[in-house]
């Protein structure tokens, strides 16, 4: 876990979050997914063209590979299929550190034609940072 000193300094890092529609994906040929693929090419320079650097991220499988767990007062019941029945699934996701998020949400159009993509902070909720500026008040 990163000290408040650590946060403060480092580069922001954003998850860039990618539905999908999976029965439309199965429908396309090879020919097509193939160019979805080259999409993501082109995402990836022009993310290095903007100093930004992909720290990760990955294609998902399809939702119906998917395992949902609970836990209640029976125990953990885990159980097959996606925990939605939406038509878009999360398909794949970029973990991005940068410090121009509007140059980020420009490059993330470069994929937004065909799917809203989502763009993600990571961090501590306000809450935690509320308690941080709270604890350092006192000392």
């Known amino acids: 876990m990163m000290t408040n000193e650590e ?10 979050l ?10 396309m040929t090879p020919q097509q997914r193939n160019e979805v693929y080259a999409e993501h090419e082109v995402f990836a320079a022009r ?14 499988t399809l939702p119906r590979t998917a395992r949902t767990v609970r836990s209640g007062p ?7 299929g996606p925990y939605t029945e939406a038509v878009e699934q999360l398909s794949g996701y970029y973990l991005i550190e940068t410090d121009d998020l509007p140059d980020l949400e ?6 937004a034609h065909h799917v809203p993509i989502e763009i ?4 501590r909720a306000v809450e935690d940072d509320v308690m941080v500026v709270a604890a350092e008040a006192r000392t």
Not at 7 to 16: D, G, P, S
Not at 106 to 111: K, M, P, W, Y
Not at 120 to 123: A, K, M, N, P, V
């Open 7 to 16: 946060w403060r300094f480092a580069m922001a890092q954003y998850m860039v």
């Open 18 to 27: 990618i539905p999908d529609d999976y029965d439309a994906w199965e429908a």
């Open 47 to 60: 993310l290095a063209r903007g100093g930004h650097r992909v720290t990760g991220g990955a294609e998902l």
């Open 74 to 80: 029976d125990g953990i019941t885990v159980t097959d």
């Open 106 to 111: 420009q490059a993330c159009g470069i994929l």
């Open 120 to 123: 993600r902070q990571l961090g």
